[in-house]
Structures are given as C-alpha cells and as structure tokens.
C-alpha cells in the first residue's frame, strides 16, 4: 500500500510542475502553445485555462490526499 500510494505521489508531483508550468503568467506562457492565448470576452479568460486550473486543483488535491495517506500508513508501521 506504501509503494502504491509513492507511486501516485510521484506522479501527481511530476503532473503539478508540468501544469503549473502551463499555466499563463504575466507575461503569457507555455498554455499560448494549445490555445490559451485566445481568450473570450464573457469569463475574462479562457476555456483552456479554466480547464487548466480544474485539472491543476484536482491534481492538488489528489497529491495532498496522497500525502496524507503515506503520512497515516508510515504512523501505523512505526516508521
């Protein structure tokens, strides 16, 4: 259960950095590439960005829910 619940933390660690990466900043960024440079005019920004954050956020919680269990599973063991 530890080496699954590692594996699911790496994973989502690695996910996290490339999606915070394409996320737009000042600037623009990485996202301009697929499409978010184009924005609509109703919501302020765009359909591929509210996209990118819902997944970033579900990305998050899934990498502290992980965090958590390795947390709980390394106090039971005693390690």
Do not use: P
Not at 9 to 15: E, F, G, M
Not at 57 to 75: D, E, H, P, S
């Amino acid at each position: 259960m530890i080496l699954a619940t590692s594996i699911v933390l790496i994973i989502t660690s690695l996910l996290m950095v490339v999606l915070v990466l394409l996320h737009k900043g000042k600037g623009g960024g990485l996202s301009d590439m697929f499409g978010g440079g184009i924005s609509s005019s109703l919501g302020g920004s765009s359909v591929v960005e509210r996209n990118l954050d819902r997944l970033t956020i579900g990305t998050g919680v899934i990498w502290l829910a992980a965090i958590v269990v390795l947390g709980f599973l390394f106090k039971a063991k005693g390690l």
